[in-house]
């Protein structure tokens, strides 16, 4: 027995030394008690206050598996089967309502694994800027006195910021291994909004600042990994369209083409280049694509094709964001005078008095990237009919009550009198109000999947009139609900686009910029297939 005793004594030991192994890297460990609460306050875990740090070291560590290391985890299955999807795999029927499966299946396909992440969130400075634009960078190096050279590329802008990252909280006496909100002392609501948008993580209608914050600063590993993965994959691609360059085809060239493959590109040829020296720059440069050089590196590879005179990668991801401003300003011209002023009123836009349509529409467009307030009285134009029709029966307002009791009321009428019911809740404030909040938080959760699949076709019609958009004749009920859909979600959320996941969205926004990234780096493989071809018959 005593042997036995020694024996668990010595097993429980070891058991403890692999848990306090597993726990004393955690990154969470070396973070100060204002961090920890920021982390479960972001993450919306909620935390006594006040609390010792053991105890909030304890609701972390419960924690930390499903949102830093695997946030997947807290994934609906419709995310799951999407994110598997974004990433090539074939999901079974049957494994759609298996989320155990899924989970498994995301696991395995996962960006990066348990010990990365932990490191990740060791070293937040070498990854959470690597996601901001060009502008962001420079204004955070403009007001913190961050000196970089000219010109100002993104690789300078970014490795500048990076390396005074530290220093500048020191200064300001803030943290920074989970930076607080000194971090974007510089971007504004509309960037916070923006940059959601831009990397497919649907912003809800909030207005409050630490809000937007948070949601920026929670998802920016998810928004990372994801970029890193995309620029990988475009590497790679890099590496086959210049695994064609054997050096036959290469000094099978006329002077023209080696000169139109450098300048598509992007080699720089010294003036005066003779034709060998521009056969040797093609070279230097394929070697440096595949790794053939020991200079080389993936990153400054990948850079040095795909830039031109900048960083032509930055710029083709920026006429993706342009794309997609262009795509709302598209759908705002149609809108009618009573919608963009519906649009601004949502987001707090003061209408001076007399605005004509244009000018309302370059407001709108303005604040493309505004959020709006949580609810107001637009947000029951898109419910269904029944859910308008329950709200009047339980808000307690005579007026509204009795439109819901006429078995002949429109839903254009219902739709007016829950509006107005609203207005008043609003304005009495107190348990009117918060009644009417509530009953709108949980119709629209419940019906964000469904909406508009209970609409006739009159309703989705009178609908789109709202918005001032023309139904074209012969126009299915299918098409009118995915129009209304559209111009719902535009009005919502301005340029966004919110995705059922956080990845769909990326990959709509750097689809183009891969697409012109990738045409450029095949263009000179094409003609060097073309010209192997040519050597091939001349052999």
Known sequence: MRWLSTVLSL???????????????????????????????????????????????????????????????????????????????????????????????????????????????????????????????????????????????????????????????????????????????????????????????????????????????????????????????????????????????????????????????????????????LRALVRKHRAAILGDNVSASASSAFGAATSKAGNQYAKATNDASLAAQDAFNKATDAWSESRLKAYLDARGIPVPQGSKTDELRALVRKNAHKAAHPYSAWTWDDLSYDNLKKYLASSGNAAAQKVAESGSATRDELVDAAQSAYSSASSAGGISYASATSYLAQATEAAKKSTFDTWSESELKAYLDSYGVPVPQGSTLNELRAEARKQSTYFKYGTSNPASTAFAKIGENVKDAYHWVLGHLTAGSEVAKKKAGEVKEEL
């Open 11 to 277: 097993g429980l030991a070891a058991d403890a030394v692999a848990g306090s192994s597993w726990f004393s890297k955690a990154a969470y460990n070396k973070w100060h008690e204002t961090e920890l609460e920021r982390w479960l306050s972001d993450n919306d875990i909620p935390y006594p206050t006040p609390a010792d740090r053991k105890d909030l070291e304890n609701l972390i560590q419960k924690n930390w598996d499903s949102y830093a290391v695997a946030p997947y985890k807290n994934w609906d299955t419709d995310k799951l089967t999407a994110y598997l999807k974004s990433k090539g795999v074939e999901t079974k029927e049957s494994a759609k309502s298996s989320k155990d499966s899924l989970l498994n299946q995301v696991s395995n396909a996962w960006y990066e694994t348990e010990d990365k992440a932990q490191t990740g969130w060791t070293n937040v400075q070498d990854w959470i800027l690597d996601t901001w634009s060009d502008s962001a960078l420079k204004a955070f190096a403009d007001k913190h006195g961050i000196p970089v050279p000219q010109p100002r590329t993104r690789d300078t802008l970014l490795q500048k910021v990076r390396s005074n990252y530290q220093t500048v909280a020191n200064k300001a006496g803030e943290t920074a291994s989970y930076p607080g909100d000194w971090l974007y002392d510089t971007w504004s609501e509309s960037d916070l909004k923006e940059w959601l948008d831009t990397h497919g993580f649907p912003a809800p209608q909030i207005t409050d600042r630490n809000r937007l914050i948070a949601m920026v600063r929670r998802n920016s590993r998810l928004a990372y990994l994801k970029a890193q993965e995309q620029k990988a994959s475009a590497s790679a691609s890099a590496s086959a369209a210049y695994a064609t360059l054997t050096d036959k085809v290469i000094d099978a060239w006329s002077e023209s083409q080696l000169k139109e493959f450098c300048d598509k590109n992007g080699i720089n040829v010294p003036q005066g280049s003779k034709t060998n020296e």
